[in-house]
């Protein structure tokens, strides 16, 4: 059959080149095999530092400078304390505000906001009207 030949064929070379190897080991001395593993870098996975995959890499892409991920995990602390600086800026504003001017306002994280307007609903420390978007907070 040809595929064992190919076999017996496959198995010899592997075998003549693994002794081979073995061989050249066997015959260095301790201080070149030192240096052949000292000498090349050693390396995780992936791209080496700086390297640019293509021309349009180099260029640094522009992105908003917002970290991602999940909020650390806040106190009742300083959920209060938040929702404190939310009814002193509302105390001054008659028609009230919605959620995203008061982001705005008091430079707040997206993802902080809507904890506290709960909160401070649930304290009815606010009052709430409209829907959605459209909501307007109040001080009660």
């Known amino acids: 059959m040809p595929s064992n030949s190919l076999r017996s064929t496959l198995d010899s070379l592997a075998n003549s080149f693994a002794s081979a190897v073995l061989d050249a080991i066997k015959g260095a001395s301790i201080q070149e095999l030192l240096a052949e593993s000292a000498g090349a ?3 995780g996975p992936g791209r080496p530092p700086g390297h ?3 021309p ?5 892409i522009a992105r908003a400078a917002r970290k991602s991920g999940r909020l650390a995990r806040r106190s009742p602390e300083e959920i209060t304390k938040t929702l404190d600086r939310i009814h002193g800026l509302l105390k001054g504003k008659k028609s009230g505000m919605r ?3 008061i982001r705005k306002a008091l430079k707040l994280d ?3 906001v809507p904890r506290v307007l709960k909160e401070g609903l649930a304290k ?3 009052k709430s009207r409209g829907q959605k978007r ?3 907070y109040t001080v009660s």
Do not use: Q
Request: aromatic share 0%.
């Open 124 to 126: 009815k420390k606010l």
């Open 110 to 112: 997206v993802r902080e």
């Open 99 to 101: 959620s995203e001017e």
């Open 56 to 60: 349009s890499a180099a260029k640094p």
């Open 52 to 54: 640019a995959a293509a």
């Open 41 to 43: 870098p050693r390396r």
């Open 134 to 136: 459209a909501t307007t």
